[in-house]
C-alpha cells in the first residue's frame, strides 16, 4: 500500500511520558490530576477541568518543562525516513496545541490537531477549548473526547484528498482506538487498555514502523 499520511498520537507515543503528568507532577498537583481522571465524567469535561489547573502559568515555563520530556526511541530517526518518501505526517492529540504545536516544529510534522489552551499576554488562563466543537455525554463514545480521533484523522484526510485507507495511525492508549480503526493501517505502539484489540500492528519499538511503508 502507498500510505500518504501518517498519524501519532503524541503522549506516550513519540513522547515517553505525557504531558498532563509530566507538569502536574513538577508543579505539585499530581493528586488533583488523577482525581480529575477517576471521576465518571465525559472526557471532554476532564479536559476542562484539568486545564484549571494550569491557570497563572506562563507559556515560557509550561514549554521549558514540556520539552524535558524525552522523545521515544528512533522517533527522530524514523520521521527521517518518513520524509524522504515525501508522506505526510500529522499529530493528533488530545493534549494542548501549544504542546503538539512546538513538539511538531521540532519534527517537522505537517498537520496538528489538539486541544486550544487559551493564552492571554504569554500566560495560561485555565480555559481550554476543545477541538471536538460538538461533544456528547456518552461515555466511551468518540465525540465524548475532546478530541475525536477517528473525525480528526477524516478532517485532515479532506484536506489532503485523500481516503482514510490510504493512512496510517499510530497510538497506545484507549482513545487511540477511534483513529486505529478508521485508518488503512492502525498501530499499536507499546499498548494499553487492550488497544491491540483495535489494531492490526502491534510494534514495541518506532524502527518497526518503518517496515510497512
Known amino acids: 500500500m502507498n500510505y500518504k499520511l501518517?498519524?501519532?498520537d503524541m503522549d506516550d507515543t513519540l513522547l515517553s511520558g505525557r504531558t498532563i503528568y509530566v507538569i502536574a507532577d513538577r508543579k505539585g498537583f499530581r493528586d488533583e490530576v488523577d482525581r480529575i481522571?477517576?471521576?465518571?465524567?465525559?472526557?471532554?469535561k476532564k479536559t476542562m477541568e484539568i486545564a484549571k489547573?494550569?491557570?497563572?502559568?506562563?507559556?515560557?515555563?509550561f514549554l521549558e518543562i514540556f520539552r524535558s520530556i524525552?522523545?521515544?526511541?528512533?522517533?527522530?530517526?524514523?520521521?527521517?525516513e518518513i520524509r524522504k518518501k515525501k508522506i505526510k505526517t500529522?499529530?493528533?492529540?488530545?493534549s494542548y496545541d501549544i504542546a503538539a504545536k512546538d513538539l511538531a516544529n521540532r519534527l517537522k510534522i505537517d498537520f496538528v490537531i489538539a486541544n486550544e489552551l487559551v493564552v492571554k499576554d504569554g500566560i495560561i488562563t485555565g480555559v481550554v477549548i476543545p477541538h471536538n466543537k460538538n461533544p456528547v455525554d456518552k461515555i466511551g463514545d468518540c465525540r465524548s473526547y475532546s478530541v475525536c480521533k477517528s473525525e480528526a484523522l477524516e478532517e485532515i484526510c479532506r484536506k489532503l484528498n485523500i481516503d482514510?485507507?490510504?493512512?496510517?495511525?499510530?497510538g497506545d492508549g484507549s482513545i487511540d482506538r477511534f483513529m486505529l480503526s478508521t485508518a488503512g493501517l492502525g498501530i499499536a505502539y507499546r499498548p494499553k487498555a487492550n488497544l491491540e484489540e483495535y489494531a492490526d500492528v502491534v510494534i514495541?519499538?518506532?524502527?518497526?514502523?518503518?517496515?510497512f511503508l
Open 70 to 80: 524525552p522523545l521515544n526511541d528512533n522517533v527522530p530517526e524514523v520521521f527521517d
Open 204 to 211: 514495541d519499538d518506532m524502527i518497526e514502523l518503518l517496515r
Open 37 to 44: 481522571i477517576s471521576m465518571e465524567i465525559p472526557n471532554y
Open 90 to 94: 500529522a499529530i493528533i492529540s488530545n
Open 53 to 61: 489547573l494550569l491557570e497563572g502559568m506562563s507559556v515560557e515555563e
Open 164 to 170: 482514510p485507507s490510504e493512512t496510517i495511525a499510530i
Open 6 to 8: 501518517i498519524a501519532f
